[in-house]
């Protein structure tokens, strides 16, 4: 097998720690270059103890000098950034998976309005594919351009969407309750995220306008086949380190049953590696997501509200982050899908 070439851009965040530890163990993968401005020249065991050993130093990002030495780039730099490599890459012909938000909204007026700043390069919106493989699997194959989902995002749209697509509930009335661990704040010092600020707290914040609920929006009403839909998200931080566990309530419509959901999951999802539909006894867990690529999902209507529940839980670093970009990766260069992950 002739190995991709994998460059990856920001390994020094936590995504990248997880990039590193799910590509080191990939077999159809050659990891080119890792970079990071800060740490450039130092080993990557420097930073993170868990790979000493590991003969690989970060490198300073040059989009140039990169195009030269891989076939593909994951970019896990911060939104604005993340554009600004991705430019150059493509036009040498590198296969560019988007870890950050810039490529994952379709309207440019939409990403201004919740990241307050122009989109630099509004043009790309349309060339970009959205990474979510179970629902955007046959046009990744082809992408230059991979939108990776958000963690929030995927714990929201797998188990929402065939549901709204089949008609079995309503678009209105949408509310989705999140609980994240800390690393979905990435690998900074910061007040909120330190250990006694966070231990023994539950909290909800941005409970609205949070940078993930227009991509939640877009892809929820994309399955419903309407304009345009308006959801309540509500984020919560929760002490432990990894993994996101969705609540979602929706109206249920006529015809909706717990039969009809069933046999609606089962045609999406039935024959899917990464997402495992629950029998009705049990909801999700994150404890039997961590460090996995998979989503579980968890459905009920509750027949004395007319409301459909459902619970999802993913690793926010792996189907949430970085799994997923490999999960692209192999589609994109042809490799079988769970190449390198769990």
Same mark, same amino acid.
């Given at each position: 097998?002739?190995?991709?070439?994998?460059?990856?851009?920001?390994?020094?965040?936590?995504?990248?720690?997880?990039?590193?530890?799910?590509?080191?163990?990939?077999?159809?993968?050659?990891?080119?270059?890792?970079?990071?401005?800060?740490?450039?020249?130092?080993?990557?065991?420097?930073?993170?103890?868990?790979?000493?050993?590991?003969?690989?130093?970060?490198?300073?990002?040059?989009?140039?000098?990169?195009?030269?030495?891989?076939?593909?780039?994951?970019?896990?730099?911060?939104?604005?950034?993340?554009?600004?490599?991705?430019?150059?890459?493509? %036009?040498?012909?590198?296969?560019?998976?988007?870890?950050?938000?810039?490529?994952?909204?379709?309207?440019?007026?939409?990403?201004?309005?919740?990241?307050?700043?122009?989109?630099?390069?509004?043009?790309?919106?349309?060339?970009?594919?959205?990474?979510?493989?179970?629902?955007?699997?046959?046009?990744?194959?082809?992408?230059?351009?991979?939108?990776?989902?958000?963690?929030?995002?995927?714990?929201?749209?797998?188990?929402?969407?065939?549901?709204?697509?089949?008609?079995?509930?309503?678009?209105?009335?949408?509310?989705?309750?999140?609980?994240?661990?800390?690393?979905?704040?990435?690998?900074?010092?910061?007040?909120?995220?330190?250990?006694? %600020?966070?231990?023994?707290?539950?909290?909800?914040?941005?409970?609205?306008?949070?940078?993930?609920?227009?991509?939640? %929006?877009?892809?929820?009403?994309?399955?419903?086949?309407?304009?345009?839909?308006?959801?309540?998200?509500?984020?919560?931080?929760?002490?432990?380190?990894?993994?996101?566990?969705?609540?979602?309530?929706?109206?249920?419509?006529?015809?909706?049953?717990?039969?009809?959901?069933?046999?609606?999951?089962?045609?999406?999802?039935?024959?899917?590696?990464?997402?495992?539909?629950?029998?009705?006894?049990?909801?999700?867990?994150?404890?039997?997501?961590?460090?996995?690529?998979?989503?579980?999902?968890?459905?009920?209507?509750?027949?004395?509200?007319?409301?459909?529940?459902?619970?999802?839980?993913?690793?926010?670093?792996?189907?949430?982050?970085?799994?997923?970009?490999?999960?692209?990766?192999?589609?994109?260069?042809?490799?079988?899908?769970?190449?390198?992950?769990?």
């Amino acid at each position: 097998m002739k190995k991709i070439r994998v460059a990856i851009l920001g390994a020094s965040g936590y995504a990248g720690e997880e990039l590193l530890r799910l590509l080191l163990r990939h077999p159809g993968v050659e990891i080119a270059a890792v970079t990071s401005r800060k740490n450039a020249g130092q080993p990557v065991s420097s930073v993170f103890p868990r790979f000493t050993g590991l003969q690989l130093n970060f490198v300073a990002p040059n989009a140039a000098e990169l195009a030269e030495t891989c076939e593909a780039a994951i970019l896990a730099l911060p939104h604005g950034t993340a554009t600004e490599y991705a430019i150059p890459l493509l %036009e040498a012909g590198v296969k560019v998976i988007d870890i950050s938000a810039d490529f994952r909204l379709r309207d440019p007026a939409r990403y201004q309005q919740y990241y307050k700043v122009p989109h630099p390069a509004p043009e790309l919106l349309k060339k970009a594919v959205y990474g979510l493989p179970e629902r955007y699997r046959e046009q990744l194959r082809t992408a230059d351009l991979i939108a990776c989902a958000g963690c929030y995002p995927t714990s929201s749209i797998l188990p929402t969407a065939p549901l709204l697509a089949a008609g079995l509930v309503s678009t209105r009335n949408v509310v989705i309750a999140s609980c994240s661990g800390v690393t979905g704040a990435g690998r900074k010092v910061d007040l909120p995220y330190i250990f006694p %600020e966070c231990n023994e707290s539950v909290r909800a914040y941005a409970v609205t306008g949070h940078r993930h609920l227009p991509e939640i %929006e877009q892809e929820l009403a994309a399955a419903a086949g309407v304009p345009e839909m308006a959801i309540n998200f509500i984020p919560h931080l929760v002490p432990m380190n990894r993994g996101i566990n969705s609540t979602i309530v929706l109206d249920a419509m006529p015809g909706c049953s717990n039969e009809a959901l069933a046999a609606v999951y089962e045609k999406a999802y039935g024959r899917e590696q990464f997402v495992r539909v629950l029998p009705p006894e049990r909801t999700s867990d994150t404890k039997y997501v961590f460090m996995t690529n998979c989503c579980e999902i968890s459905y009920r209507l509750d027949a004395h509200t007319n409301k459909v529940i459902l619970t999802s839980t993913i690793d926010n670093l792996t189907k949430g982050a970085s799994g997923q970009a490999i999960q692209c990766l192999n589609l994109r260069f042809g490799l079988p899908e769970e190449t390198g992950l769990l």
